[in-house]
């Protein structure tokens, strides 16, 4: 898989291809030895849809769909278009409205709101962005959790799982004992880490020891985590007393992430730590002996059994440091302004453990892909918050845009075919959602 | 999954002769040790714990007659508790002893295994219940409607993965069903309308599955994962935009009515729980038996079969491959759209966000605790839905054992099932794995 990835040229994060790379995919065709002109280079990454203007298109593309999927689920809209034929321009521009209205108030909602220059204060400006990287903290964790499993060649669906022990433990630190400032907030970090990093290490350990499939075992520990989440609240230790709801108890002042700027902007210490852990997981893939066994194993089990490293070694390794990641995003989610009240609740995970996967496949499973995707879904949780306020638009559309970028990113040869593209090749193409393995006579 | 050498229908070789049958004799002997020794200790255990943590002289009470139900009253079954827990836990371990003393036998080890897990049960539910009462008929009610869903999502899962398509978005498909089923249902008022939308919807999630994964082909677990997110944010989005703004309108379609049958519903207990049920469970019984007859005796279980195991020597002798693929998975995909359609049109009549709460992975674990089996993956979902209803019905006793762990029992036996521990399970061998054609 890795390898693949290599060939790739371009993260979606990069408008060009680097022009350092140079081996091209199958279907890019302008490969000249002389280096293109800026110009030259973006016009042939766009004809042959390189995978930077593929996940672009992909974006356009989940957006019209969110659109169509507005019109059908808005009834005056869809009454006029009884009578399309009559007066077919007040349907259209109605359902342009709409969906105009909507995204119109998710932009305002996660970059920038023009009103705010007028008439706004200094935070005004900035709430929008402070919301979406606010929103993109979790993500990044739970992106770069999975991301390293992929790597290595694991699927770790278990960041729901993950994030949940790593909050348990992060919460209990926080609440059951009162240390000094920034030593507080060490253990309680620590203790997301650890409550992280054991929990997939479970996982880890069973692919390593008994060959058990971790997909299955990571789905079933989710369900655990979260049922045994449900118990530990109706517990003393955990349950905060005199209240009708299961919900855990206050963590200490000390224990808390603190704002970056104030009280009036949610953004929070956590994305230091956040992109801290992307640089972490950069160099350990890059330029670490380990992240290379990792890749090694990831790209190939028998050569690397072969070479003399240790395949269970590095399985558990990745599960634990792929856990370790998730159990931050925990951290975040108890301890950050986004849970004033700094407690357990039994939806602590807030669907990030999925939202992880999208992330870290839209990212291509690099460390500044990650953060980048981060930042777009983040932006559409923030945005789409904003959109159900102003819009009357239900946020889980955000769910269904998220979820249709990653299925057009996963089939290029879709996406070129839907806007004529050249270069239409059968198959995935080697990014991280390509099958590693097919059985048959390959072309 | 496992790497192991034992084909998911040939469990271990007949006749084994030479060093070889030394190896694999010496293997299940120690199997069978380990195995044996674990029923003993946790008999040990239910001993301790059920037996002698039962105060003497109490009775446990089994409501015997199944509630909601125009049936014979059945008299109450009472039990004396500790005597009974007791009992059942050095039943237990005598199942134990068996188990390493038979280890030769096919049909002993399984019998064994029955044993111990049906007098632990036994033994467990004395215990929970001593000076209590308990409706048992009504715990048996809700094991059905519980594995209902769980083993029509087992049989398209089977289908999906004996065909080489793992199929996670089990859990989509049964979303999108209920959604479906439940919409159709209430604005065209017919429950056929809505059962017949709810296979074509999880068809469509089928299908969409089966593009990704044959045409494109992207890896299919993470496929799958996605496809739920979406089809989770596409009823979510409705559910919020349509169907809670218009409830009337858009989300009561209503139940099916129960149908008895006469003869076989005057069966005491069995009767009323199992034959006057709605027309989904009828399906379902008769899904069961089609999909074992189909995989196992007819032309087209072969041909699918032999795709998911080795699709070039399939391709080789004339069988498309890939349209074998597309087939079955949209097909399973309608199955799997009927388990979601009796979750509203079926049980409770209205549909929920997020109603499924997961049910789809339980099918999926249902599928692998059954070995790729229909039989088998029926069995598990019986025994995941009896988990769940047990859960239910101890509720309201405040027994010592938190729900929630009840509740856990399908996840944790499906990791120590997948790890080994409870014997070896195999997928098909090209589960997951796209055909490519020169």
């Known amino acids: 898989m890795t390898e693949d990835n290599k060939s790739t040229p371009g993260e979606p994060s990069k408008a060009k291809p680097a022009p350092t790379k140079t081996t091209e995919p199958a279907g890019a065709s302008a490969s000249t030895p002389a280096k293109p002109s800026l110009g030259r280079a973006?016009?042939?990454?766009?004809?042959?849809?390189?995978?930077?203007?593929?996940?672009?298109?992909?974006?356009?593309?989940?957006?019209?769909?969110?659109?169509?999927?507005?019109?059908?689920?808005?009834?005056?809209?869809?009454?006029?278009?009884?009578?399309?034929?009559?007066?077919?321009?007040?349907?259209?521009?109605?359902?342009?409205?709409?969906?105009?209205?909507?995204?119109?108030?998710?932009?305002?909602?996660?970059?920038?709101?023009?009103?705010?220059?007028?008439?706004?204060?200094?935070?005004?400006?900035?709430?929008?962005?402070?919301?979406?990287?606010?929103?993109?903290?979790?993500?990044?964790?739970?992106?770069?959790?999975?991301?390293?499993?992929?790597?290595?060649?694991?699927?770790?669906?278990?960041?729901?799982?993950?994030?949940?022990?790593?909050?348990?433990?992060?919460?209990?630190?926080?609440?059951?004992?009162?240390?000094?400032?920034?030593?507080?907030?060490?253990?309680?970090?620590?203790?997301?880490?650890?409550?992280?990093?054991?929990?997939?290490?479970?996982?880890?350990?069973?692919?390593?020891?008994?060959?058990?499939?971790?997909?299955?075992?990571?789905?079933?520990?989710?369900?655990?985590?979260?049922?045994?989440?449900?118990?530990?609240?109706?517990?003393?230790?955990?349950?905060?007393?005199?209240?009708?709801?299961?919900?855990?108890?206050?963590?200490?002042?000390?224990?808390?992430?603190?704002?970056?700027?104030?009280?009036?902007?949610?953004?929070?210490?956590?994305?230091?730590?956040?992109?801290?852990?992307?640089?972490?997981?950069?160099?350990?893939?890059?330029?670490?002996?380990?992240?290379?066994?990792?890749?090694?194993?990831?790209?190939?089990?028998?050569?690397?059994?072969?070479?003399?490293?240790?395949?269970?070694?590095?399985?558990?390794?990745?599960?634990?440091?792929?856990?370790?990641?998730?159990?931050?995003?925990?951290?975040?989610?108890?301890?950050?302004?986004?849970?004033?009240?700094?407690?357990?609740?039994?939806?602590?995970?807030a669907g990030i453990g999925f939202d992880a996967i999208t992330v870290a496949l839209l990212g291509r499973t690099k460390p500044l892909g990650t953060v980048l995707a981060a930042l777009l879904f983040g932006a559409l949780r923030a945005g789409g918050s904003v959109m159900q306020a102003s819009a009357n638009v239900s946020v889980d559309i955000v769910i269904v845009i998220q979820a249709v970028i990653v299925l057009f990113v996963a089939a290029p040869p879709l996406v070129r075919s839907i806007f004529r593209l050249r270069g239409a090749r059968k198959g995935a193409e080697g990014g991280p959602l390509a099958a590693k393995e097919t059985v048959g006579v390959q072309s | 999954m496992a790497d192991t050498v034992i084909a998911p229908d040939v469990e271990a070789p007949v006749n084994p002769t030479g060093e070889a049958a030394d190896v694999v004799r010496a293997a299940a002997r120690k199997k069978a040790l380990i195995t044996g020794i674990g029923f003993i200790l946790v008999g040990l255990y239910a001993l301790w714990a059920f037996g002698f943590g039962t105060k003497s002289g109490v009775d446990a009470v089994f409501g015997m007659t199944v509630p909601n139900r125009d049936t014979t009253e059945v008299g109450d079954l009472s039990l004396p508790a500790r005597a009974v827990a007791i009992a059942m836990s050095v039943l237990c371990m005598v199942a134990g002893v068996l188990r390493i003393v038979l280890d030769r036998s096919r049909l002993a080890i399984r019998l064994s295994i029955a044993l111990f897990l049906i007098a632990f049960v036994i033994a467990f539910l004395v215990w929970a219940v001593a000076g209590k009462q308990m409706s048992f008929a009504g715990a048996l009610q809700n094991t059905l409607l519980a594995a209902v869903p769980l083993v029509l999502g087992a049989l398209a899962g089977v289908i999906g993965e004996r065909s080489g398509v793992v199929n996670i978005a089990i859990d989509g498909q049964f979303l999108f069903g209920a959604f479906a089923a439940a919409l159709t249902g209430s604005i065209t008022g017919s429950l056929w309308a809505g059962l017949a939308a709810g296979m074509v919807a999880g068809a469509l999630i089928g299908g969409l599955l089966a593009v990704f994964a044959v045409r494109y082909l992207v890896e299919q677990v993470v496929l799958g994962v996605v496809i739920n997110l979406l089809v989770t944010g596409i009823t979510g989005f409705l559910y919020t935009q349509l169907l809670q703004k218009d409830p009337e309108g858009y989300n009561n379609p209503g139940v099916f009515e129960n149908i008895r049958i006469p003869g076989l519903a005057d069966i005491p207990v069995i009767g009323p729980v199992l034959f006057d049920v709605n027309i989904i469970v009828y399906l379902m019984y008769a899904l069961i038996v089609i999909v074992h007859l189909g995989l196992f005796h007819t032309r087209w279980g072969l041909r699918a079969r032999a795709v998911g195991e080795h699709p070039t020597a399939a391709d080789t002798v004339g069988i498309k491959v890939n349209a074998t693929r597309y087939r079955n998975v949209i097909m399973a995909g309608a199955i799997a759209g009927i388990g979601g359609a009796f979750l509203t049109i079926g049980t409770v009549g209205t549909f929920s966000k997020d109603m499924t709460s997961g049910a789809g992975y339980i099918a999926l674990a249902a599928v692998i605790f059954g070995r790729w089996r229909p039989l088998g993956a029926v069995a598990a979902a019986l025994l995941f839905g009896f988990t769940s209803a047990l859960a239910t019905s101890l509720q309201p006793l405040n027994t010592s054992i938190p729900s929630q762990f009840l509740q856990m029992m399908p996840y944790v036996v499906t990791i120590f099932a997948v790890a080994g521990l409870v014997g070896k399970v195999r997928a098909p061998a090209a589960a997951n794995k796209p055909y490519t054609k020169g």
């Open chain 1, 42 to 349: 973006m016009l042939d990454a766009i004809i042959t849809g390189n995978s930077a203007v593929v996940t672009f298109l992909a974006i356009v593309l989940a957006l019209v769909v969110g659109g169509v999927l507005m019109i059908l689920a808005d009834q005056d809209v869809l009454d006029e278009y009884k009578y399309f034929f009559a007066a077919p321009g007040e349907a259209l521009s109605s359902s342009w409205t709409l969906v105009s209205d909507a995204y119109t108030a998710m932009f305002k909602g996660s970059i920038v709101n023009p009103d705010s220059f007028s008439e706004g204060s200094i935070e005004d400006i900035f709430r929008p962005i402070s919301e979406t990287i606010t929103q993109a903290t979790p993500l990044i964790f739970g992106g770069l959790a999975v991301s390293i499993a992929f790597r290595t060649g694991l699927f770790n669906i278990g960041a729901q799982g993950q994030i949940i022990a790593g909050a348990v433990f992060a919460s209990w630190i926080g609440f059951v004992v009162d240390l000094p400032p920034v030593i507080h907030l060490v253990f309680v970090i620590l203790a997301g880490v650890i409550g992280g990093g054991l929990y997939a290490g479970i996982a880890g350990f069973l692919k390593a020891r008994y060959g058990a499939h971790e997909v299955i075992v990571t789905i079933m520990l989710n369900h655990i985590a979260v049922l045994m989440l449900g118990w530990l609240l109706t517990t003393d230790t955990f349950r905060r007393g005199g209240q009708a709801q299961p919900i855990g108890k206050d963590a200490h002042e000390n224990a808390v992430l603190p704002n970056l700027f104030g009280d009036n902007l949610r953004i929070h210490f956590g994305i230091i730590l956040a992109l801290l852990a992307a640089g972490i997981y950069w160099w350990l893939l890059n330029r670490s002996t380990l992240g290379f066994e990792l890749r090694a194993v990831g790209s190939n089990p028998d050569a690397a059994r072969t070479a003399g490293m240790s395949v269970a070694r590095a399985q558990i390794l990745a599960m634990v440091i792929a856990g370790a990641m998730a159990g931050l995003a925990g951290v975040s989610q108890v301890m950050s302004s986004t849970n004033p009240a700094h407690t357990l609740t039994p939806s602590i995970d």
